[in-house]
């Protein structure tokens, strides 16, 4: 008998974390039937560059709110809430990009013409490096490297270039280091 109590609690649990899954299916199938009813109600028919503006302007909740349970009274006022801050936002953010390029010009202003020179060679092999890290990266980053425009001949030279000037400024210890995480 006692080596079935422990047994019957297990079972116990087992049932209402069963019954508890059951109720949240039906709860996320009714959502789903809701949205298939508004999806399917006649509306004018639209054409597939019109449907690929609709989905690229479509409400989007932020994040873990959709995991919420939110009713559709809630989401539109969300919606609302986005609405109202959307063009301060918009603007705000277009005034912190020309704060910021005012910045780098005026920072770029206290150099002298061969700091410049080299700030220049800076940026042009970080970006090459970067280039270069998101064609490893897979088919998303390739997309992206692709949308760029082509690196000239000088940018790939400096890649190659910051490429060994990293491996010769390479401690000895860093590699070792390296070596012993690697075996770990």
């Known amino acids: 008998m006692k080596a079935l109590k422990p047994f019957a609690v297990v079972l116990g649990c087992a049932l209402l974390l069963m019954a508890v899954q059951s109720a949240q299916s039906k709860d996320r199938d009714k959502d789903k039937s809701e949205v298939k009813e508004k999806k399917s109600a006649p509306e004018a028919k639209t054409t597939k560059s019109q449907q690929k503006k609709q989905k690229k302007n479509a409400k989007r909740l932020p994040n ?10 809630q989401r539109e006022n969300v919606y609302a809430v986005q609405a109202k801050y959307k063009e301060q936002i918009k603007e705000l953010m277009q005034q912190l990009a020309d704060l910021k390029e005012s ?19 800076f940026v042009a092999k970080a970006k090459a490096k970067r280039k270069a890290r ?9 997309i992206k490297a692709k949308a760029e425009p082509k690196a000239d001949a000088e940018s790939e030279e400096a890649a190659e ?3 060994s000037d990293s491996d010769a400024e390479e401690k000895p ?12």
């Not at 873990?64 to 009274?73: A, P």
């Not at 910045?103 to 060679?121: I, V």
């Not at 998101?134 to 390739?142: E, N, Y």
Request: hydrophobic share 25%.
């Open 103 to 121: 910045q780098r010009q005026e920072m770029e202003g206290l150099l002298t013409d061969d700091q410049k020179t080299r700030l220049t060679e």
């Open 134 to 142: 998101a064609r490893r990266k897979g088919p998303l980053f390739k």
């Open 64 to 73: 873990h709110f959709g995991r919420l349970g939110l009713s559709s009274e």
């Open 173 to 184: 210890e860093a590699k070792s280091k390296k070596k012993s995480e690697a075996k770990e």
């Open 161 to 163: 270039e910051t490429k």
